[in-house]
């Protein structure tokens, strides 16, 4: 009782499922975040999480449990469900949600995003560079002119359906009868079948809600069809203005982050290319590896300690 009397209005500390205890804001509150650490203690240099398309935050809860305490991690609950910043071309209302919340920070952070997350990051550091230490991408490319070219011309013609995962996100099941059937169905879709155990939990925990008698995705599918219909084919600045580190870690056997990605990072002044086995979610596969080469390229930066290369 003494801890909760000494929480602001609007928080609550609730178990984890991994022992751990969260510090939540209710999602109910406009500026909602979440802040994930095993104490209220506050800490230096935090992370700042965006998620991947359809994957609520609390989905990656055992990275950030991996995390803590040394890096408190920071997050929305969800992406693109604010109506203040609903899904627009490009992604640049989402890039101001983010904004919003990092302007609110009293120190700069750690920006690590996965797939859509990243570039949210990368794009937000652009703009704002003074509100970053660095930025992490998880699967998630830098776009070259090429790609970008493409992507405008897909928009254009009507075939952007078939060149991002809008066109397999239509007409996908949202509703399930329980649990049980729910678990049964995802984990035997290609895209779940290597989470780790905790991680299948934690998105059947946090990425369905009661419906009635039923369950259904909380992550709202037409936003989630909507923010890929409107990926980037504009960018803030050139990732030579980039004014700080930048690391872009792929699943070794990802196909969203390819060579020519690669090359473009290397060519950056302070931008690395990093690889971790896995595929797209490898973050939501191998969690426990992932946050110990985040805390070692945070460790570098910060003048800490080495980091081995990832081949």
């Given amino acids: 009782m003494g801890v909760l009397a000494c929480l602001p209005s609007g928080l609550a500390i609730v178990p984890s499922f991994t022992g751990r205890f969260v510090i939540a804001v209710s999602a109910w509150l406009p500026d909602n975040l979440l802040i994930i650490s095993p104490k209220p203690a506050a800490m230096t240099h935090p992370v700042f999480f965006a998620h991947a398309n359809g994957f609520p935050s609390a989905t990656y809860g055992k990275l ?29 209302n989402l890039v101001d949600e983010l904004l919003h919340h990092l302007e609110q920070r009293d120190q700069p952070v750690w920006g690590v995003g996965h797939s859509l997350g990243g570039v949210l990051h990368y794009h937000a550091a652009l703009l704002r560079p003074e509100l970053y230490r660095g930025v992490v991408m998880l699967d998630s490319p830098v776009l070259t002119l090429a790609d970008r070219i493409v992507i405008r011309a897909a928009k254009r013609f009507g075939f952007i359906d078939r060149i991002t995962p809008a066109g397999r996100t ?40 009661g419906n009635g008698q039923s369950l259904r995705l909380r992550f709202d599918p037409a936003t ?14 050139r990732p030579q203005q980039l004014q700080v580190p930048l690391a872009m ?13 690669a090359r473009l990072i290397r060519r950056m002044a302070r931008g690395e290319y990093l690889t971790l086995p896995g595929g797209h979610m490898f ?27 990832c081949a």
């Fill in 249 to 261: 870690i792929r699943g070794r056997h990802s196909r969203v982050v390819l060579p020519h990605h």
């Fill in 170 to 209: 239509l007409g996908r099941r949202e509703e399930f009868a329980d649990l049980s059937e729910a678990r049964s169905y995802f984990a035997a879709k290609s895209l779940f079948r290597r989470f780790d155990p905790e991680c299948l939990d934690a998105y059947l925990q946090h990425g369905l809600h």
């Fill in 283 to 309: 973050p939501l596969e191998r969690p426990q590896d992932t946050a110990e080469l985040l805390r070692s390229l945070f460790q570098r930066w910060s003048g800490q300690a080495p980091v081995e290369a």
């Fill in 64 to 92: 950030f449990a991996a995390l803590a305490p040394d890096y408190p991690v920071l997050h929305l609950p969800q992406h693109g469900h604010d109506p203040r910043f609903p899904v627009n071309d490009n992604w640049s």
């Fill in 224 to 237: 989630e069809i909507s923010i890929y219909r409107s990926v980037p084919h504009t960018t803030p600045g």
